[in-house]
């Protein structure tokens, strides 16, 4: 079947662009989750959602970043007026259902802010 | 949130047996421990669950002590193939956020 999928798989903007990432989860799957990781660090959480909510935003590294789930299915991750350090690699993840279950990730969208 | 605390890198030889282990002082009653696999230019891949005792599947086993403040992943007769960052993440059902860390990079040599 297929698995999680993200879209652009690769995206080059000029600083101050907005950019939209896409994610579309595995079918069936209710939660989905955000990550971001630069270069040789780290996975960065940014947001969960459970359906189409988002029980805690805090985790968005500045109001410049937003993001939403419609249909408890894609969703979409939004940088408005992008700086260079955005630059990084956003990952989406799915789960059946919250914490425990296993979470499979899709390939990434790797940003770079010129 | 437990914060977990792991090697930052390890180097093993190929055929060895690599056990990474992972302190989580403050894991909750509720919280159970998830290890994943990244490789370079990949997303993380599940590797093994566990909340107590051990656990074992047919890629690697999770060890956890009584007082589950540490977990130990097994990684049987490793290859250059098992080459990647390893994650160790505590957490449970009434977490909305998720701790990945900085991960343990395993060096695999000939």
């Known amino acids: 079947g297929a698995g999680v999928s993200q879209s652009p798989s690769n995206k080059v903007t000029e600083k101050g662009k907005d950019v939209e990432l896409r994610c579309d989860p595995i079918?069936?799957?209710?939660?989905l989750y955000w990550y971001r990781q630069s270069l040789g660090q780290g996975l960065e959480f940014l947001i969960y959602?459970?359906?189409?909510?988002?029980?805690?935003k805090s985790g968005l590294p500045s109001d410049r970043f937003s993001a939403e789930r419609t249909g408890g299915s894609v969703s979409t991750l939004t940088i408005q007026r992008t700086q260079q350090e955005d630059s990084a690699v956003y990952l989406c993840a799915s789960s059946l259902g919250k914490y425990q279950e296993t979470q499979y990730f899709g390939p990434g969208t790797r940003l770079l802010v010129l | 949130l437990a914060k977990t605390t792991q090697p930052i890198s390890m180097d093993s030889y190929e055929g060895q047996e690599v056990n990474i282990t992972c302190s989580h002082n403050n894991i909750a009653t509720n919280d159970y421990i998830t290890w994943y696999q990244q490789f370079p230019s990949q997303g993380p891949r599940f590797i093994i669950q566990?909340?107590?005792t051990k656990v074992t599947n047919e890629v690697a086993s999770l060890f956890i002590p009584a007082d589950r403040k540490s977990s130990t992943l097994s990684l049987p007769r490793v290859s250059l193939s098992d080459t990647a960052v390893y994650y160790c993440?505590?957490?449970?059902?009434?977490?909305?956020?998720?701790?990945f860390g900085k991960g343990t990079r395993l060096h695999i040599l000939p």
């Open positions: 959602f459970q359906g189409n909510s988002a029980p805690d």
């Open positions: 566990g909340y107590k």
């Open positions: 079918s069936g799957h209710t939660a």
């Open positions: 993440l505590v957490g449970g059902p009434r977490d909305d956020k998720i701790i």
